[in-house]
C-alpha cells in the first residue's frame, strides 16, 4: 500500500443506483449561465442531471455510461467541429478513448507540477492534474507519459476512496511495468 492513499471526505454525499434500474444516457447538452459552462445528461427514463466538472461525471458513471456518452459526441460530432461548450468534454472524451501521441497534451506537462492521481473506480478512468490540466485515462490502456511522470505519479501515491480496489492494485501493476520496459 506504500503506493495508495486512501481519501475520506466525510462531507461527501455518495448517491447509489442500481444497475437494474438505472437507464441509460440518451443526450448530453451543454450550455452555459453567467460564463460557467454546464452538461445536461439526459436518461432514458426522462431524468437528468447538470454537471459543471467532468470529474463529477466521472464519480457518478459506470464504464458503459462513459461509453454511450463518448458515442453520442462521435455520432454528433462525426462531420463538424464541437461547439463552445462541448469542446472541453469532448476533447477529455478524445483523450481517454483515443489516446494520440501527438496531441499537445501528452507533450506540454513535463514541467509542470503534479497535484493530483485520483482513481475513479466505478468507471475505470484514473486521472492527472498536473498545473491546471487534469488528464483522464483508462486503467487498462496505456498512454504516451513519459518515465518521468510514471515515477512522480508513483511517488505522489495513487488517490482512492474509502477503499483499496482490485482495480486500484491493477493500475499500480500496470503503471510500474510501464515504468520497467
Not at 456518452?69 to 464541437?82: D, H, I, V, W
Request: with cysteine; glycine share 2%; aromatic share 12%.
Amino acid at each position: 500500500m506504500e503506493y495508495v492513499e486512501v481519501v475520506s471526505d466525510s462531507e461527501e454525499v455518495i448517491s447509489v443506483i442500481p444497475l437494474a434500474v438505472k437507464s441509460s444516457i440518451v443526450s448530453c447538452k451543454s450550455y452555459c449561465k453567467e460564463d460557467v459552462g454546464y452538461y445536461k445528461i439526459h436518461r432514458a427514463d426522462g431524468s437528468y442531471k447538470t454537471y459543471m466538472f467532468f470529474s463529477e461525471i466521472l464519480n457518478d458513471f459506470d464504464r458503459v455510461d462513459l461509453i454511450v456518452l463518448y458515442r453520442l459526441f462521435n455520432e454528433k460530432y462525426a462531420s463538424t467541429r464541437p461547439s463552445f461548450n462541448d469542446l472541453m468534454l469532448w476533447g477529455d472524451m478524445k483523450i481517454m478513448f483515443e489516446p494520440n501521441d501527438d496531441d499537445a497534451v501528452w507533450k506540454n506537462h513535463h514541467s509542470q507540477e503534479l497535484i493530483e492521481w485520483k482513481l475513479y473506480d466505478s468507471c475505470g478512468v484514473h486521472s492527472l492534474m498536473l498545473g491546471e490540466v487534469s488528464i483522464h485515462m483508462l486503467v487498462e490502456k496505456k498512454y504516451p507519459l513519459p518515465q518521468d511522470t510514471l515515477m512522480r505519479m508513483l511517488q505522489w501515491k495513487l488517490h482512492v476512496n474509502y477503499n483499496v480496489t482490485e482495480t486500484a492494485y491493477e493500475l499500480l501493476r500496470f503503471i510500474r511495468s510501464q515504468l520497467n520496459q
